[in-house]
């Protein structure tokens, strides 16, 4: 169906758009380097605000009652078994498989058969026009429906904006999910706890550790943002500003790509012309160069070093990471290194700087 064209190019400005956002979030002097990136003198290029002293606030995490409750129901509800089922009722939720046959004024109109295909959707947030998924609210499984729409006047086709339309929809399945009960049985075959109150204390334990670890990651991301707000760029060193902008480029071409738009088709959705576009990358490319010459200047200018240990230590937590238990597999999925993945500058970038907010941090002041 049409709309799933326009449903993409959402999630497709989303997606560069996240990218535009995340700029140099922690994910990841006036010294050369010794490691071949940002070889410069950067006190031609950067003027660092002072990093150290920084009012640093303290982490304040809690864990409740409902937060343990509500994850338990959350990994029962992943430990489900799901059943394909051919009777019941459909409600807002379920996961249904359906075709359909869309017709205005009693003639076919393209993209509106699936072609008996077997479409999976889930009802209520599949994107279809409005009253599509609703009108399939409350029929029988291994029914037909037979559904009086219209398109929404902005619809992105002019040939069906506007226009009233008929969608015979036949249902074929759902899926019913069977949660497990949240009883001593279950915990043991999902854990090594022996009692209920075991278990609630681990998971306890697991949220209170991930709510300080991204409590921490966001403050210490504001801190740096600071840092890179209240930092003056001089200049930008013509080969890295050159690289950002290629890669960026690149990013864009690829992810519109795999959407099936052109580059050229992004600036249309985006509404800009190339100059726009190359304003776009520059002010993108920019941004993260002067990141990254701020944390090469503090790196260097407190003597800071990446070791070969650290190096292979931070490729093996991304082949962890990733799901992998050693290198070879991380190659056989990808078809390709570590190193030529992710680059051996960014690798050793995203070391510098847990090195550098470590420093920062060590050396502030608690509120």
């Known amino acids: 169906m049409e709309e799933n064209k326009f449903m993409r190019k959402k999630i497709l400005v989303s997606l560069l758009a996240l990218c535009t956002l995340m700029v140099f979030c922690l994910t990841g002097c006036g010294k050369s380097g010794s490691d071949g990136i940002y070889d410069y003198d950067l006190s031609n290029y950067i003027v660092p605000a002072n990093y150290t002293g920084i009012q640093i606030s303290p982490i304040d995490v809690s864990v409740t009652a409902d937060d343990i409750k509500a994850e338990i129901d959350s990994r029962r509800e992943a430990d489900a078994e799901t059943e394909t089922v051919t009777t019941g009722t459909v409600a807002s939720g379920d996961a249904i498989n359906i075709d359909y046959v869309g017709t205005i004024d009693g003639e076919e109109f393209a993209g509106g058969n699936s072609q008996n295909q077997g479409v999976d959707i889930i009802v209520g947030s599949a994107g279809y026009i409005d009253g599509f998924e609703a009108g399939l609210v409350g029929a029988q499984v291994g029914s037909t429906v037979v559904l009086d729409l219209r398109f929404p006047d902005n619809y992105g086709s002019t040939d069906l904006a506007g226009k009233d339309c008929q969608f015979t929809v036949t249902i074929h399945t759902k899926e019913l999910k069977h949660i497990p009960d949240y009883d001593l049985d279950w915990v043991k075959s999902v854990s090594s706890c022996e009692s209920l109150n075991d278990y609630e204390a681990t998971v306890y334990d697991e949220l209170l550790k991930e709510a300080t670890e991204k409590a921490e990651h966001d403050r210490n991301n504001a801190i740096w943002q600071q840092l890179v707000e209240k930092s003056d760029a001089l200049d930008y060193p013509s080969k890295e500003l050159k690289e950002e902008m290629d890669r960026y480029r690149q990013y864009i071409s690829s992810t519109a790509s795999q959407f099936g738009y052109t580059l050229n088709?992004?600036?249309?959705?985006?509404?800009?012309?190339?100059?726009?576009?190359?304003?776009?990358?520059?002010?993108?490319?920019?941004?993260?160069?002067?990141?990254?010459?701020?944390?090469?200047?503090?790196?260097?200018?407190?003597?800071?070093?990446?070791?070969?240990?650290?190096?292979?230590?931070?490729?093996?937590?991304?082949?962890?990471?990733?799901?992998?238990?050693?290198?070879?597999?991380?190659?056989?999925?990808?078809?390709?290194?570590?190193?030529?993945?992710?680059?051996?500058?960014?690798?050793?970038?995203?070391?510098?700087?847990?090195?550098?907010?470590?420093?920062?941090?060590?050396?502030?002041?608690?509120?």
């Open 265 to 367: 088709d992004y600036m249309s959705i985006m509404g800009m012309d190339e100059a726009k576009l190359n304003e776009e990358i520059e002010n993108y490319a920019k941004e993260v160069v002067k990141n990254e010459m701020l944390l090469f200047y503090i790196a260097r200018e407190q003597g800071m070093t990446v070791s070969d240990e650290e190096y292979s230590k931070a490729i093996d937590d991304i082949i962890k990471e990733q799901g992998f238990e050693s290198e070879q597999e991380f190659e056989d999925q990808y078809k390709m290194t570590v190193e030529e993945l992710y680059s051996r500058k960014y690798i050793i970038t995203d070391i510098y700087l847990e090195k550098v907010m470590d420093y920062i941090i060590e050396n502030g002041k608690i509120q």
